[in-house]
């Protein structure tokens, strides 16, 4: 019997370690730190990690998933993540982590201004980490776009 508690209390506590993981993911986002984000990825070039960006192409391996964070950083005046929607599953070594990221952000601001226009995005997110000896790190992250309805395609689907 207690064997079968300390494998739900080992599992509860590599369930926990994702999520943080995860969240240090999000918030070294917000902050634009760009050598945080660098230590949550798997480390080593020989190793393949992957990034979809919404509208981006496939980015492989660790230097080109890097600079597209640096290029998005570097772009981005504001950004604040509110995941909702999150769960995890794990087997083994590997933790897949989905959730929808609701994003504001705003880029540059004008002349005059002290924040760039903000913009609301919804993503579907999927992180893939594995276990390491130095905890949890993102294998593979992939946003979607969520497209939403006008207001124009309800109208044209409601019967009159």
Known sequence: MNESRDEHADAAADIEAVELANTAFYEAMERGDLDELTGLWLPGEDLTVSCVHPGWPVLTGRGEVLRSYAL????????????????????????????????????????????????????????????????????????????????????????S
Request: glycine share 10%; aromatic share 6%.
């Open 72 to 159: 998005i950083m570097a772009n981005t005046e504001y950004i604040q993540f509110f995941l909702t929607d999150v769960g995890v599953s794990m087997t083994g070594d590997t933790a897949l982590v989905t959730c929808t990221e609701n994003i504001l952000s705003g880029g540059p601001a004008e002349e005059g201004s002290s924040l760039g226009p903000l913009v609301g995005q919804l993503v579907v997110a999927t992180n893939v980490f594995r276990r390491t000896p130095d905890g949890w790190k993102l294998w593979s992250h992939h946003g979607s776009p969520v497209l939403a309805e006008t207001d124009e395609e309800e109208d044209e689907e409601s019967p």
